[in-house]
């Protein structure tokens, strides 16, 4: 993620004015930036976050203590549901079963600092000042996108119902398109034995995130004979994975390429430490892990507070810690939010086996 000041008369006049060595000066003009950078961070991480296209904002006031009611977010109105979050950042999520009623979210607060020096400042050094902010955005993104995948890597480690795994393994060392069929097959099994029978739910997945080597995999579907049986495709979907650098949407799944994911990967070592201790059952530096969601269920939610003189999400303030003689100046930034998951049908998964 990259952040550029634009080289303004005005941008530059306060950029120098933070650097300046009266300090009722600096103060005003440090204030002033922030208020201007908070907006434009909270709009940089939802669109370079990948799990912003997986959960739904649920906002509240700041200081306030958010709670969902379950019934209205599940097409269950009697019984128990199982629901996965995370209580401090960075912590291993848990399950809880919870009845359909009003449930209380924990959330955790994100922030990060930067500093410079004062003479960047007035030197109206605004390549510096853009990579402060851009480092401070960066350390929340991390912070925010790690734990927003563990929640979905655990409830898909865990999620089960009749003793129904979630989880698909690959019938070769690679992808093919029967496991995608296969797994399209296991969701609406998983989804109506849920509704206690019912075959109204038209639930599966839509979504599916994927490593890079994968999608190369499926690249190779334009000039190779794919499936169990090394079938052929039919020339039109050859064509437009040809033409496409590799097919964007199969069997009606969207594919996402999430560079976590893969062998050794980030996300599939973390998954690996959810999944379970047997080496047998998944090896990160052999297997790797897809994940497959349905984001028409709105079971991703993250509760994020908002800032009540701004509106804002994200809060960016001067850091006041640094004495004059330190001609140095800072900045602070936070965002409070939580993750959970309130159904078990949204994640399914296939797991490739070397």
């Given at each position: 993620m990259?952040l550029k000041?634009k ?7 306060l950029i120098?004015a933070m650097?300046s ?5 600096a ?7 922030a ?11 939802m669109?370079?976050?990948t ?14 203590n ?5 019934d209205?977010w599940?097409?269950e109105?009697e019984?128990?549901t ?27 607060r994100?922030?990060?600092a ?11 050094r605004l ?8 480092r ?6 991390v912070k925010q996108?790690r ?18 795994n ?10 093919v398109?029967?496991?995608l ?25 839509t979504d ?7 999608v ?25 994975i ?16 999430l ?19 047997n080496?047998t059952?998944f ?13 028409t269920?709105?079971?991703f939610v ?7 003189e ?5 809060t ?14 800072g ?12 159904d ?11």
């Amino acid at each position: 993620m990259k952040l550029k000041l634009k080289n303004t008369p005005e941008q530059v006049e306060l950029i120098k004015a933070m650097g300046s060595r009266d300090t009722t000066v600096a103060r005003e003009a440090s204030e002033a930036f922030a208020a201007f950078i908070g907006p434009v961070v909270s709009k940089v991480l939802m669109e370079a976050g990948t799990s912003s296209a997986v959960y739904s904002d649920l906002s509240f006031d700041e200081d306030d203590n958010p709670s969902i009611p379950l019934d209205l977010w599940s097409q269950e109105t009697e019984g128990y549901t199982t629901v996965w979050s995370q209580n401090v950042a960075g912590g291993l999520p848990s399950s809880v079963v919870e009845g359909f009623n009003e449930m209380k979210v924990s959330t955790y607060r994100l922030d990060s600092a930067v500093s410079l020096l004062k003479r960047y400042a007035r030197r109206a050094r605004l390549d510096v000042v853009s990579k402060a902010v851009e480092r401070m955005a960066n350390e929340v993104l991390v912070k925010q996108e790690r734990n927003a995948w563990a929640v979905v890597l655990k409830a898909l480690a865990t999620a089960s119902t009749n003793n129904q795994n979630h989880i698909v393994t690959a019938a070769n060392q690679t992808l093919v398109l029967k496991d995608l069929s296969d797994l399209l097959t296991k969701v609406k099994r998983i989804n109506t034995s849920y509704a206690k029978g019912s075959t109204t739910s038209s639930y599966g997945v839509t979504d599916l995130f994927l490593s890079p080597e994968v999608v190369g995999h499926i690249r190779e579907f334009a000039y190779n004979q794919v499936g169990n049986n090394k079938t052929d495709l039919p020339a039109g979907v050859r064509e437009e994975i040809y033409r496409g650098a590799g097919a964007q949407e199969i069997f009606g799944i969207s594919l996402h390429e999430l560079v976590e994911l893969g062998v050794n990967g980030k996300y599939n070592v973390l998954f690996d430490s959810f999944y379970g201790a047997n080496p047998t059952e998944f090896d990160p530096g052999t297997d790797e892990v897809l994940i497959g969601l349905d984001l028409t269920k709105d079971a991703f939610v993250r509760p994020v507070a908002r800032n009540s003189e701004t509106g804002g999400t994200f809060t960016a303030q001067p850091d006041d810690q640094f004495v004059s003689r330190s001609e140095k100046i800072g900045f602070y930034g936070s965002l409070e939010e939580g993750r959970v998951c309130l159904d078990g049908r949204a994640v399914a998964g296939i797991v490739i086996k070397a």
